[in-house]
């Protein structure tokens, strides 16, 4: 059984050789977008060297792409465990692909038809069906929060079902607070009243192994760039669903669902970014085998892998969690209680008693540590919470190349930035 090495983990991604002033920067921005190891720059170099070409072409370099592109479908297929590499969309990301597939759902909704959404979601999962809600004169209602953890209201969740919605859309993780939903569960509950369901599965796609078998769900979207690739997004469809939708696109467009010319050399980095993961299954994996029975080869492989991150990154939020709780003036936002780990992503949203997030953040820059602050598109989260006018959260995001030496480093600078504040107080 091999330990997980987070040293040899990071000899693979040459970015985090990056120094500010000398010091190593110590990247908490993953869920703003990871960055991605040295296989994934190679293959999107390899691309245009060797496969520069569009589709469809009777010559090498075309025939080279459209393997490529086949291989990272099924790569893809794998890696959520979908039927079918025919239920594997590619678009621009996973608020393009929603706003596209929201038009040819929407297409099949009558006036006074009601869609679901949550306000614990990204806007991406939000907004499109606002928007062909206003087109079709349809009616949208919000599932509200436990404002106390950051979850979903599931009494509330149950009255709008009540309602008999034609679609539910909803998060799989909040890429602000990190609250892990019930996904299959809200799922389940959808489909008993005749809803469709589209789950944004970006956020959680770097933290945890997903099934849309197991999940049920209809749709599920995420984007690359979140989980160690290239600027992409992947939409998942249930073939037996999307036969059934219109498609709006190009008479010769070659995929009902994909408009316009790929992006190939993201779609060889896409393959590239799951080839690495599949290297982290096979080495650090076996730990996890016995919880994915029925799976084999790389779908196994990728399982396991992501079971294999989810354990070492949430040690590593724990040591975060802990130490955040001897720093005065700090608050988390969400699920804080370290007995419910298992119901969050190791992604924290933190406020200051006496600093605003965007100047912490500054603060943390100066010092080679990136974080975000704002509202990262969770805008109806952050209003909910009533943080929209004093800048929203400052947010601490973890992926497996962190390490406890960068946790100790960026509790260092949290209470020095809290410290400053309260003795600039006191004067």
Known sequence: MSTFDVTEIRRRFPALELTVDGRPVAYFDGPGGTQVPQAVIDAVGRYYRESNANDGGAFITSQRSDEIVRQARAAVAD??????????????????????????????????????????????????????????????????????????????????????????????????????????????????????????????????????????????????????????????????????????????????????????????????????????????????????????????ELKTALAAIRTYEMDLFRRLIDGLAGIPGIRIWGIADPTRLAERTPTAALTFEGIGPRAAAEELGRRGITAWDGDFYAQGLIERFGLAASGGVLRIGLTHYNTAAEIDRLLGALAEIAASRAAGAAR
């Not at 006074?112 to 907004?127: K, M, P, Q, R, Y």
């Not at 944004?200 to 197991?214: C, E, N, R, S, T």
């Not at 600027?231 to 037996?240: M, P, V």
Request: net charge negative; with cysteine.
């Open 79 to 300: 890696f959520l465990n979908a039927r079918s590499v025919d239920e594997i969309k590619f678009g621009a990301n996973m608020t393009t692909l929603t706003f596209h597939v929201s038009r040819s759902i929407g297409a099949t909704l009558a006036p006074g038809d009601e869609v679901v959404v949550t306000t614990l979601d990204h806007e991406a999962n939000v907004s499109p069906w606002q928007a062909i809600a206003a087109d079709r004169g349809l009616i949208v209602r919000t599932v509200d929060i436990r404002p106390e953890d950051g979850t979903l209201d599931l009494d509330d969740f149950d009255r709008q079902l009540s309602r008999r919605p034609k679609l539910v859309a909803v998060g799989y993780a909040s890429n602000a607070i990190g609250t892990i939903n019930p996904v299959a569960e809200l799922v389940r509950r959808a489909h008993a009243v005749g809803a469709l369901t589209y789950v944004d599965a970006v956020h959680y796609a770097p933290h945890g192994p997903i099934d849309v078998q197991a999940l049920e769900t209809d749709f599920l979207a995420c984007s690359v760039y979140k989980f160690f690739g290239p600027h992409l997004g992947i939409l998942y469809g249930r073939a037996e669903v999307l036969d059934r939708l219109p498609a709006y696109k190009v008479r010769p467009a070659h995929d009902r669902f994909q408009t316009g010319t790929p992006n190939f050399e993201g779609i060889a980095g896409t393959l590239a970014a799951l080839d690495y993961l599949a290297w982290v299954g096979r080495r650090y994996g076996d730990a996890h085998v016995a919880e994915f029975p029925g799976f084999s080869g790389r779908r196994l």
